[in-house]
Each structure stands twice: as structure tokens, then as C-alpha cells.
């Protein structure tokens, strides 16, 4: 009974279950890969788009975003695509070790998103409803980031651009994510003032609580993965407790 115990183990590994158990654990990961990346760059658009279209004022990145689209005549995609590739630029050149091909194609994808999303939001009318609905687009579009944001920070080698410039600069000095992410809102809102972009209320609350927000809302996540034994991105010198 032993003999024949020991005989079926050895012919195990010439069917191949050894090598179709890793095989398996890296297609799922490749497909989480893919879907967390899809699901960070669609939440992000409709958090672009509610936040502009509510009319309040855009977030701060938007601010510049859309600041460029009215001071170079062209689309709000083709705007944020223009600034996602020069933050790509930035990212790779500081801080490459998050840069991948999750983050590449979000930089592409991103700009596509938004125009595709924006056709089914801007016939709302949003600026024209009641102020009520309007800041709820605008808390709505502020979790959106939130949620895009924390969501994307976690998957390998998938950190957007700006945040990849942001921890890079954590580590240098540092200074904590939140903090030094509110830093380049007021950055970013200055400029995008300049640019002619639209601001208000909403463009305020961007400022106080991006930085925030994404910090809260990422270190809930990690701690779900961390509980699921789900694999995610560490990020140097973070704590999540």
C-alpha cells in the first residue's frame, strides 16, 4: 500500500499540478492587476467629470486640467492626458520602482475615460440643478479620487503619476503623504488659477481634503488586503497599522 502511495505521488509532478498552482496564482494576479487598474481610471473619470460639470469648481488638479483646456483650446481629456504624461516623465525619472505598465496605461487611458464619461454627464446639467445636488456631485467627485486613488496605490507598480512624484518626495524629506499632497493641490490650484481654469467652493474642499482623504481611504484598503491575504504594492517607509 506504501508502494503504491509513493508511486502516485511520483507521477504528480508529470502531469504538471506543480506548475499549474503558480501558473494559476499569477493569472489571477495579472487579471486583479487589470481589473484594479480599469476600476481606479473609470472612478477617476466620473470624479472629473461630476466635479466640472457640478460647476462648483473642479478639484485641484482639474482646476489645471481644465484651465489648460480653455487656455490651449482643447479637450478635457487631451488636457489631462498632456499633464499625466509630463507627471509620467517626472515619475520615471525620481521614482520608477512604482512605475509600470499598470501606471502606463492609465496615463493613457485616463484622457480617453474622461471624454467618454463626460458624454454621458454633461447632458445632465448638472451647473443648472438645485445647489444641493451640486455640492453632492462635488462630495461625490471628491470620494471618487479618494477611492481611485487608494485603490491604485495599492497594485503593483500602478501608482499614478503624481503620487509616485509625492512618495518620492515623502521619502526625502520626510514629510507625511497628506501633508505634502495638499502641498501640490495649493500648487496646482495656483497655476490652474492663472490658466483661467473654474473654481470654487468644491475647488476649496479639494484643497483641505484630497490629501486626507486618499490617506484615509488607502490605508483602509490595505488593511482589507492585508485581512483577505490579498497581494498589494508596499509602499517604502509606510505604516498601516
Same mark, same amino acid.
Given at each position: 500500500?506504501?508502494?503504491?502511495?509513493?508511486?502516485?505521488?511520483?507521477?504528480?509532478?508529470?502531469?504538471?499540478?506543480?506548475?499549474?498552482?503558480?501558473?494559476?496564482?499569477?493569472n489571477y494576479k495579472i487579471k486583479s492587476i487589470v481589473v484594479e487598474t480599469v476600476l481606479s481610471t473609470i472612478i477617476c473619470a466620473i470624479g472629473v467629470c461630476l466635479f466640472i460639470?457640478?460647476?462648483?469648481?473642479?478639484?485641484?488638479?482639474?482646476?489645471?486640467?481644465?484651465?489648460?483646456?480653455?487656455?490651449?483650446?482643447?479637450?478635457?481629456?487631451?488636457?489631462?492626458?498632456?499633464?499625466?504624461?509630463?507627471?509620467?516623465?517626472?515619475?520615471?525619472?525620481?521614482?520608477?520602482?512604482?512605475?509600470?505598465?499598470?501606471?502606463?496605461?492609465?496615463?493613457?487611458?485616463?484622457?480617453?475615460?474622461?471624454?467618454?464619461?463626460?458624454?454621458?454627464?454633461?447632458?445632465?446639467?448638472?451647473?443648472?440643478?438645485?445647489?444641493?445636488?451640486?455640492?453632492?456631485?462635488?462630495?461625490?467627485?471628491?470620494?471618487?479620487?479618494?477611492?481611485?486613488?487608494?485603490?491604485?496605490?495599492?497594485?503593483?507598480?500602478?501608482?499614478?503619476? %503624481?503620487?509616485?512624484? $509625492?512618495?518620492?518626495?515623502?521619502? !526625502?524629506?520626510? /514629510? &507625511? +503623504?497628506?501633508?505634502?499632497?495638499?502641498?501640490?493641490?495649493?500648487?496646482?490650484?495656483?497655476?490652474?488659477?492663472?490658466?483661467?481654469?473654474?473654481?470654487?467652493?468644491?475647488?476649496?474642499?479639494?484643497?483641505?481634503?484630497?490629501?486626507?482623504?486618499?490617506?484615509? %481611504?488607502?490605508?483602509? $484598503?490595505?488593511?482589507?488586503?492585508? !485581512?483577505?491575504? /490579498? &497581494? +498589494?504594492?508596499?509602499?517604502?517607509?509606510?505604516?498601516?497599522?
Amino acid at each position: 500500500m506504501d508502494r503504491e502511495v509513493k508511486n502516485v505521488s511520483e507521477k504528480i509532478p508529470s502531469i504538471g499540478i506543480k506548475k499549474s498552482l503558480p501558473a494559476m496564482g499569477k493569472n489571477y494576479k495579472i487579471k486583479s492587476i487589470v481589473v484594479e487598474t480599469v476600476l481606479s481610471t473609470i472612478i477617476c473619470a466620473i470624479g472629473v467629470c461630476l466635479f466640472i460639470e457640478a460647476g462648483l469648481g473642479s478639484d485641484t488638479i482639474d482646476v489645471l486640467v481644465d484651465g489648460m483646456h480653455r487656455h490651449f483650446s482643447i479637450t478635457l481629456g487631451q488636457a489631462d492626458q498632456l499633464f499625466t504624461f509630463t507627471f509620467l516623465i517626472l515619475a520615471f525619472l525620481c521614482n520608477r520602482q512604482y512605475i509600470g505598465m499598470p501606471c502606463i496605461a492609465y496615463s493613457i487611458m485616463i484622457g480617453f475615460m474622461i471624454d467618454f464619461v463626460n458624454q454621458w454627464i454633461m447632458p445632465l446639467h448638472l451647473s443648472e440643478a438645485s445647489f444641493f445636488i451640486r455640492i453632492t456631485c462635488v462630495l461625490l467627485g471628491q470620494f471618487c479620487f479618494a477611492l481611485s486613488y487608494g485603490i491604485f496605490q495599492t497594485v503593483e507598480k500602478g501608482m499614478n503619476t %503624481v503620487d509616485a512624484v $509625492i512618495y518620492f518626495l515623502c521619502k !526625502k524629506t520626510k /514629510i &507625511a +503623504y497628506k501633508w505634502l499632497r495638499t502641498i501640490f493641490d495649493v500648487i496646482f490650484f495656483i497655476i490652474g488659477i492663472y490658466f483661467g481654469g473654474v473654481i470654487g467652493i468644491g475647488t476649496i474642499f479639494s484643497v483641505c481634503f484630497t490629501g486626507i482623504m486618499t490617506d484615509f %481611504v488607502h490605508q483602509m $484598503i490595505v488593511k482589507v488586503k492585508r !485581512k483577505k491575504g /490579498i &497581494a +498589494y504594492m508596499e509602499i517604502a517607509g509606510e505604516d498601516v497599522a
